[in-house]
């Protein structure tokens, strides 16, 4: 160590600064606060208890989900404790008072039946413990989708206006969080529901052009007759499967060749393919028919319609913790402003395949996994899309 | 003329790998003919590309130079950088790759549920591979230093270019082939001196080297180094269960396409690094035999690199040198770009794009703060190994061995094996390990050597490192049931399902 470099000062220098970086911080803090009136503080705690209640709704209205949440519920209201029932029972009680808890349903039953709020005083609510803040109770519906689904019941030592009021409306703030959760699960129904309709959506030029080439070579040549047909029953049988979600990249490209096996036949030499494919990225799990459509695509839109010989190359890179799989042709390309609105959904034209692929990507992966186009009219069309290679809940069967 | 032909080899390692680098994927092929399934990656051929990463610096020159200075404990030293594998072999390698995670916070990640578990795995990746490249670095320093002369710095400025370079480029990712070929390239460099060294001395008729006994009998204690038997097995401990928690070691398995080859890939690395590890032993007797005691200031490391040229006159002793010199950069250039993209891959994904998406308003894909990450990978390390040279590479290798043993093959095991793990526990367990070994070697490297126990222990804590951190983790467990991920049940059936077996839909997604 070097005698012009003291230790022990620097350590005291060190301290010092990081006391006096600690103090203008706290400073800092006090003064920022000190803008804020009574009220003000006091609707932001609400509106921020509310946000940590609201995730915990996004679920539905389950055991695991009542019981988290009514922490909250229990702060916003300032009640001695807070039940919340669904039809069949009791879903989670907070706060003391345990022993009433079997009686919880049976308190909520006249709102559950009228849908309206209603308050239990002293006669209906009794008590043999002396302490218990159990007394009374103010009990208002939750309603998702114009039917009663539950009730949110506020036990205190008396029932006042006020929380009659804040009960209710606090029933309200439920409900809507409640039919957001709704919707959410409504949009993942639909989906796995266009998941199924796109597996469906082999498209029938397809089957009628592969047949057609197909019983072109049954007399010239049949053996080659012979392979397609069986490409064309495994291809399929793999579009048509009923399995998992997922998928692995290698299992995907595979049928991706069966299919480009089936349109060679047809194109002949009119369709170049070129894979360039990283072999590390085989067993990325991808969701089952995101490369397929794609090709089709290329295939359908860059090259038929266009004349003299038609590229398509099928890149897949490995990126370390992502991948990322391109689609390349050369073929005649698409006005951008027709393809965005493909994406967007707004235009249902023909290429279901791409918005579609989209979708599931953002879906599964996030928003910035989704498609990327690059294209012009004439200039030929790049899609491409990039995946993590892990992600939480992705799983090949 | 030593120094031109050594300094052309380094020259040439260092140009072929930021050529490859760059290039990267146009090395694979381009064809129009389909099948996609021919071109999965063979379990052979990922063994060679994990052992072509695995075999280090320390590998390389440590080993030797550690027998050669200590004597024939150190014999244990190879075979626990092979048995690592075993130990991966059997406890994780195929639940691992089922699990479907690509590194070590992934699995803790699909493991636990939990992004505390994850943010914990990911600083523990990055501290580990900065103490891995430490000692990276500082060969290269003595490497260059020793067939050039070159100041101490210049050897790991180059490498820490050369990586950034390679890494920031996009090339370096993982790009089996090249890796693989490494392995062959390292193994050549070794052995081929090994066997010349070997016919000169059969020729020559000298007999055994003239030793000591405390450097030829097993566990005889000496000065600065009197519980030989506990800093042995210790160090035994912290290579069997450190390998699993080395981050550029995982990354591989991942290419295994299931578990039944991430299998046969961990058998196929263990013949290939039982072979690498016969040679170290061959350089430390020979170096006894040649050069009984070294110079004053003079490391043990570079013995490797010194016996040639006492051994063969002339032009043939250059060459061999400078094969030596070129493997030796091989060796730790393939490491360190390795660790560097394990690094680098986690500090951008779990520190920096996170923040980068919020000011780049989402387009985080932006190439910007990979380089970043790459940079910042590269430099803290190349920073700390400016400050620890006088601690001997296979040193500091394995501090960070017993840190990875002290705090993922808990996680790992217990993770794979134990259905009660928690994740408190996890939480607990990660925390204590890191602490515990992170501080024995704070300890050990300001305070110096310590006689006695405490300096045994502080200078070797796997042994008890390791114990407390499993028994944290279990006893954590125990008393936070109410944390136990609500799925795992079906998680472990997927880990452990061989993929042959078809399970009912049902149980297996939701």
Same mark, same amino acid.
């Given at each position: 160590?070097?005698?012009?470099?003291?230790?022990?000062?620097?350590?005291?220098?060190?301290?010092?600064?990081?006391?006096?970086?600690?103090?203008?911080?706290?400073?800092?803090?006090?003064?920022?606060?000190?803008?804020?009136?009574?009220?003000?503080?006091?609707? +932001?705690?609400?509106?921020?208890?509310?946000?940590?209640?609201?995730?915990?709704?996004?679920?539905?209205?389950?055991?695991?989900?009542?019981?988290?949440?009514?922490?909250?519920?229990?702060?916003?209201?300032?009640?001695?404790?807070?039940?919340?029932?669904?039809?069949?029972?009791?879903?989670?009680?907070?706060?003391?008072?345990?022993?009433?808890?079997?009686?919880?349903?049976?308190?909520?039953?006249?709102?559950?039946?009228?849908?309206?709020?209603?308050?239990?005083?002293?006669?209906?609510?009794?008590?043999?413990?002396?302490?218990?803040?159990?007394?009374?109770?103010?009990?208002?519906?939750?309603?998702?989708?114009?039917?009663? !689904?539950?009730?949110?019941?506020?036990?205190?030592?008396?029932?006042?206006?006020?929380?009659?009021?804040?009960?209710?409306?606090?029933?309200?703030?439920?409900?809507?969080?409640?039919?957001?959760?709704?919707?959410?699960?409504?949009?993942?129904?639909?989906?796995?529901?266009?998941?199924?309709?796109?597996?469906?959506?082999?498209? =029938?030029?397809?089957?009628?052009?592969?047949?057609?080439?197909?019983?072109?070579?049954?007399?010239?040549?049949?053996?080659?007759?012979?392979?397609?047909?069986?490409?064309?029953?495994?291809?399929?049988?793999?579009?048509?499967?009923?399995?998992?979600?997922?998928?692995?990249?290698?299992?995907?490209?595979?049928?991706?060749?069966?299919?480009?096996?089936?349109?060679?036949?047809?194109?002949?030499?009119?369709?170049?393919?070129?894979?360039?494919?990283?072999?590390?990225?085989?067993?990325?799990?991808?969701?089952?028919?995101?490369?397929?459509?794609?090709?089709?695509?290329?295939?359908?839109?860059?090259?038929?319609?266009?004349?003299?010989?038609?590229?398509?190359?099928?890149?897949?890179?490995?990126?370390?913790?992502?991948?990322?799989?391109?689609?390349?042709?050369?073929? !005649?390309?698409?006005? =951008?402003?027709?393809?965005?609105?493909?994406?967007?959904?707004?235009?249902?034209?023909?290429?279901?395949?791409?918005?579609?692929?989209?979708?599931?990507?953002?879906?599964?992966?996030?928003?910035?996994?989704?498609?990327?186009?690059?294209?012009?009219?004439?200039?030929?069309?790049?899609?491409?899309?990039?995946?993590?290679? +892990?992600?939480?809940?992705?799983?090949?069967? | 003329?030593?120094?031109?032909?050594?300094?052309?080899?380094?020259?040439?390692?260092?140009?072929?790998?930021?050529?490859?680098?760059?290039?990267?994927?146009?090395?694979?092929?381009?064809?129009?003919?389909?099948?996609?399934?021919?071109?999965?990656?063979?379990?052979?051929?990922?063994?060679?590309?994990?052992?072509?990463?695995?075999?280090?610096?320390?590998?390389?020159?440590?080993?030797?130079?550690?027998?050669?200075?200590?004597?024939?404990?150190?014999?244990?030293?190879?075979?626990?950088?092979?048995?690592?594998?075993?130990?991966?072999?059997?406890?994780?390698?195929?639940?691992?790759?089922?699990?479907?995670?690509?590194?070590?916070?992934?699995?803790?990640?699909?493991?636990?549920?939990?992004?505390?578990?994850?943010?914990?795995?990911?600083?523990?990746?990055?501290?580990?591979?900065?103490?891995?490249?430490?000692?990276?670095?500082?060969?290269?320093?003595?490497?260059?230093?020793?067939?050039?002369?070159?100041?101490?710095?210049?050897?790991?400025?180059?490498?820490?270019?050369?990586?950034?370079?390679?890494?920031?480029?996009?090339?370096?990712?993982?790009?089996?082939?090249?890796?693989?070929?490494?392995?062959?390239?390292?193994?050549?460099?070794?052995?081929?001196?090994?066997?010349?060294?070997?016919?000169?001395?059969?020729?020559?008729?000298?007999?055994?080297?003239?030793?000591?006994?405390?450097?030829?009998?097993?566990?005889?204690?000496?000065?600065?180094?009197?519980?030989?038997?506990?800093?042995?097995?210790?160090?035994?401990?912290?290579?069997?269960?450190?390998?699993?928690?080395?981050?550029?070691?995982?990354?591989?398995?991942?290419?295994?396409?299931?578990?039944?080859?991430?299998?046969?890939?961990?058998?196929?690395?263990?013949?290939?690094?039982?072979?690498?590890?016969?040679?170290?032993?061959?350089?430390?007797?020979?170096?006894?035999?040649?050069?009984?005691?070294?110079?004053?200031?003079?490391?043990?490391?570079?013995?490797?690199?010194?016996?040639?040229?006492?051994?063969?006159?002339?032009?043939?002793?250059?060459?061999?040198?400078?094969?030596?010199?070129? &493997?030796?950069?091989?060796?730790?250039?393939?490491?360190?770009?390795?660790?560097?993209?394990?690094?680098?891959?986690?500090?951008?994904?779990?520190?920096?794009?996170?923040?980068?998406?919020?000011?780049? &308003?989402?387009?985080?894909?932006?190439? &910007?703060?990979?380089?970043?990450?790459?940079?910042?990978?590269?430099?803290?390390?190349?920073?700390?190994?400016?400050?620890?040279?006088?601690?001997?590479?296979?040193?500091?290798?394995?501090?960070?061995?017993?840190?990875?043993?002290?705090?993922?093959?808990?996680?790992?095991?217990?993770?794979?094996?134990?259905?009660?793990?928690?994740?408190?526990?996890?939480?607990?367990?990660?925390?204590?390990?890191?602490?515990?070994?992170?501080?024995?070697?704070?300890?050990?490297?300001?305070?110096?050597?310590?006689?006695?126990?405490?300096?045994?222990?502080?200078?070797?804590?796997?042994?008890?490192?390791?114990?407390?951190?499993?028994?944290?983790?279990?006893?954590?467990?125990?008393?936070?049931?109410?944390?136990?991920?609500?799925?795992?049940?079906?998680?472990?059936?997927?880990?452990?399902?061989?993929?042959?077996?078809?399970?009912?839909?049902?149980?297996?997604?939701?």
């Amino acid at each position: 160590m070097s005698p012009s470099f003291h230790v022990p000062t620097a350590v005291v220098v060190a301290g010092a600064m990081l006391l006096l970086g600690l103090g203008v911080w706290l400073a800092g803090r006090g003064r920022r606060r000190g803008f804020l009136s009574t009220v003000d503080r006091v609707t +932001y705690s609400t509106l921020h208890t509310a946000s940590l209640a609201s995730r915990h709704l996004a679920d539905g209205l389950t055991p695991d989900a009542a019981d988290r949440a009514g922490k909250h519920l229990l702060t916003i209201l300032g009640a001695s404790s807070v039940a919340i029932c669904d039809a069949a029972g009791l879903l989670a009680w907070t706060g003391p008072g345990d022993h009433h808890s079997r009686e919880a349903h049976e308190h909520a039953e006249p709102t559950r039946t009228s849908g309206a709020p209603t308050v239990l005083s002293g006669s209906e609510i009794t008590c043999s413990d002396p302490d218990c803040p159990i007394r009374a109770a103010v009990t208002a519906p939750l309603i998702a989708d114009e039917r009663v !689904v539950g009730t949110l019941t506020a036990y205190a030592p008396t029932a006042s206006a006020g929380l009659a009021r804040a009960t209710g409306e606090l029933a309200r703030w439920v409900s809507a969080e409640l039919d957001v959760a709704e919707l959410g699960r409504a949009r993942t129904r639909a989906m796995e529901a266009e998941l199924r309709a796109l597996r469906a959506q082999i498209s =029938p030029h397809f089957i009628y052009n592969s047949l057609g080439a197909i019983a072109s070579f049954v007399r010239t040549d049949p053996e080659r007759a012979r392979e397609l047909l069986l490409e064309f029953a495994d291809f399929t049988r793999y579009a048509l499967r009923q399995g998992g979600p997922f998928t692995t990249l290698a299992e995907e490209l595979r049928n991706v060749e069966r299919y480009l096996v089936l349109e060679q036949a047809r194109f002949g030499e009119r369709l170049q393919v070129s894979l360039l494919i990283a072999p590390e990225v085989l067993p990325v799990r991808v969701p089952y028919l995101a490369v397929q459509p794609l090709v089709e695509n290329a295939v359908r839109h860059g090259l038929a319609s266009k004349e003299g010989i038609g590229h398509v190359t099928i890149t897949a890179r490995d990126l370390g913790s992502d991948a990322e799989i391109s689609i390349e042709d050369d073929g !005649v390309g698409t006005e =951008p402003e027709l393809v965005r609105q493909i994406l967007d959904g707004q235009s249902r034209a023909d290429s279901v395949g791409l918005g579609n692929v989209d979708a599931r990507l953002r879906q599964v992966y996030g928003d910035e996994c989704g498609l990327v186009v690059e294209t012009a009219v004439g200039a030929g069309t790049r899609v491409s899309f990039r995946i993590p290679k +892990y992600a939480p809940g992705v799983h090949a069967e | 003329m030593a120094d031109s032909l050594s300094v052309i080899a380094v020259a040439l390692v260092c140009v072929t790998t930021l050529v490859v680098g760059g290039l990267g994927l146009r090395l694979s092929r381009r064809t129009s003919d389909f099948y996609v399934a021919g071109r999965t990656v063979s379990p052979r051929l990922n063994a060679s590309a994990i052992s072509g990463e695995y075999l280090s610096a320390a590998s390389f020159l440590g080993v030797a130079g550690l027998i050669y200075d200590q004597g024939v404990d150190l014999l244990w030293l190879p075979v626990g950088y092979t048995l690592g594998y075993l130990v991966l072999l059997v406890m994780v390698a195929a639940p691992m790759r089922r699990s479907g995670a690509y590194t070590l916070p992934d699995f803790a990640e699909a493991r636990l549920g939990s992004m505390l578990v994850r943010r914990l795995a990911a600083v523990l990746v990055v501290a580990i591979g900065w103490m891995y490249l430490v000692p990276q670095f500082q060969g290269a320093s003595l490497a260059l230093q020793l067939v050039t002369g070159a100041p101490q710095w210049v050897g790991s400025l180059i490498v820490a270019v050369v990586v950034a370079g390679a890494v920031g480029a996009g090339g370096m990712r993982s790009i089996t082939f090249v890796q693989a070929m490494q392995y062959w390239i390292k193994l050549t460099c070794l052995a081929v001196p090994a066997f010349v060294l070997i016919a000169l001395w059969i020729r020559s008729g000298a007999g055994a080297p003239d030793v000591s006994d405390a450097w030829s009998l097993p566990f005889v204690p000496r000065s600065g180094d009197d519980h030989p038997i506990y800093r042995t097995s210790s160090m035994m401990l912290a290579l069997c269960f450190g390998t699993m928690g080395l981050p550029h070691v995982l990354v591989r398995y991942y290419t295994n396409p299931d578990g039944v080859a991430a299998r046969r890939t961990t058998v196929s690395v263990v013949a290939l690094l039982g072979i690498f590890y016969l040679l170290p032993p061959v350089y430390a007797v020979l170096g006894r035999l040649h050069l009984p005691s070294l110079p004053a200031g003079v490391r043990s490391d570079t013995i490797v690199l010194q016996l040639p040229g006492r051994v063969v006159e002339g032009i043939g002793g250059d060459v061999l040198t400078a094969m030596l010199a070129g &493997g030796a950069f091989a060796a730790l250039l393939s490491t360190a770009s390795g660790l560097a993209m394990a690094v680098t891959g986690v500090l951008h994904q779990e520190f920096l794009r996170p923040r980068l998406s919020r000011l780049t &308003g989402g387009d985080a894909f932006g190439f &910007g703060g990979f380089r970043l990450a790459a940079v910042a990978a590269v430099v803290v390390p190349f920073v700390i190994a400016r400050f620890v040279e006088k601690i001997g590479i296979a040193t500091t290798v394995g501090f960070a061995f017993s840190l990875a043993a002290a705090t993922f093959a808990p996680l790992m095991i217990l993770g794979v094996w134990w259905r009660g793990l928690s994740r408190a526990g996890a939480v607990a367990g990660l925390v204590v390990g890191a602490l515990a070994s992170t501080s024995a070697g704070l300890v050990t490297y300001a305070a110096g050597a310590l006689g006695g126990w405490p300096g045994a222990l502080l200078a070797n804590p796997a042994a008890w490192c390791a114990p407390l951190a499993f028994a944290t983790t279990v006893i954590v467990s125990l008393a936070t049931p109410a944390s136990i991920p609500r799925d795992t049940p079906r998680l472990m059936v997927r880990l452990h399902t061989p993929e042959r077996v078809h399970l009912a839909r049902s149980r297996l997604s939701d």
